[in-house]
């Protein structure tokens, strides 16, 4: 097996500088040409660094967490690979945790954290409350970024523009004719839920649209509350809207089923488009128009976020607009009926 020195001694360098450049050590000043020499050094004779002496010797397991509310959510898929995916350049590991599973937050976390089993934590949460059992992470007493919810200036934060997405919504709607449209939103006090629904706000006043407050509902982002949202808005009163902006994939699907349950022409009678994008939508019936999010850059930014507390002691509060959000048009959205 290869050693470090093997390494040192191919590359034509110091094990010092080797070492430095492998670990990815923040203080490896070397050259480009020079740090790709070491690289190819390594790959060439198959080096693995040694992680538990490395970690003995930096006091850090090189191991994050990453805490999402259900793992088997389709929307996580892309944020997941793109911390994962961050994390192996960075020379780290990660550990996957369910939120709903966590019973306790802070002192599972702590645990992971007291015992040297995790350097930081990158949390995502459903909503607001979910927050409420991370009282050392909100408080800034361990090495953590909250992915697309923001508390203060004492916890790091990564976010999307959610403004963009929903304002993005809208004006496909306008475009195809438009003017009653309705929105489906998140719950009170949900980050993101906020930054969306202002969105819708700014779109509907960009095209000089009342926003007529019996067709909007803040009922949350599952299957059965988009179930809900649709059942309310289409009892609102007459006239009915024409398209609805859902807040979140998930609640689409759920909004989707509704309005075929109550025998809705999707999009002849009620044109969807929905923030996110993920692989049930093109599976529906029909496929739904969606607002696609940078979910993996999005985890490449959280864990550069949890990197530099970790290494550096820094907190990032990051707005990813890189790539911006994107409209994909499928079957459930069209002009609405002439009469």
Do not use: C
């Amino acid at each position: 097996m290869a050693t470090l020195a093997d390494v040192a001694a191919r590359a034509g360098v110091s094990i010092s500088a080797a070492s430095r450049v492998l670990s990815n050590a923040p203080d490896a000043r070397v050259g480009e040409g020079t740090r790709r020499r070491i690289q190819e050094a390594a790959a060439e004779l198959g080096y693995r660094p040694n992680s538990a002496a490395r970690a003995l010797k930096s006091a850090r397991s090189e191991v994050v967490a990453l805490v999402v509310p259900d793992l088997t959510n389709a929307i996580f898929s892309e944020l997941m690979r793109g911390v994962e995916t961050r994390a192996a350049e960075l020379g780290y590991l990660v550990l996957l945790a369910r939120a709903e599973g966590m019973e306790r937050g802070d002192e599972a976390l702590g645990r992971l954290l007291g015992e040297g089993r995790v350097d930081g934590v990158v949390v995502q949460v459903g909503d607001a409350m979910d927050l409420d059992g991370y009282r050392d992470v909100l408080a800034g007493r361990v090495p953590a970024v909250l992915v697309n919810s923001r508390r203060g200036a004492d916890v790091a934060s990564v976010i999307l523009d959610d403004q963009a997405a929903t304002r993005r919504a809208v004006e496909h709607l306008v475009a195809l004719g438009h003017g009653r449209i309705a929105y489906a939103g998140g719950l009170p006090g949900n980050d993101s839920a906020a930054r969306r629904a202002e969105g819708f706000a700014e779109g509907m006043a960009a095209a000089d649209l009342p926003v007529d407050a019996r067709l909007v509902t803040d009922l949350g982002y599952t299957p059965q509350q988009g179930r809900e949202a649709i059942a309310r808005l289409l009892e609102a009163g007459s006239p009915p809207p024409t398209a609805v902006v859902v807040a979140n994939v998930n609640a689409a699907l759920g909004a989707l089923l509704e309005a075929r349950t109550r025998g809705l022409r999707v999009p002849e009678e009620l044109s969807l488009v929905a923030v996110h994008d993920a692989w049930p939508a093109e599976n529906t019936w029909p496929p739904l128009t969606t607002v696609r999010m940078p979910l993996y850059e999005l985890g490449v930014a959280a864990m550069d976020g949890v990197y530099a507390r970790i290494r550096r002691g820094e907190l990032v509060h990051t707005v990813v607009r890189d790539p911006a959000p994107r409209l994909v048009v499928r079957g459930s959205t069209a002009p609405p009926r002439a009469d």
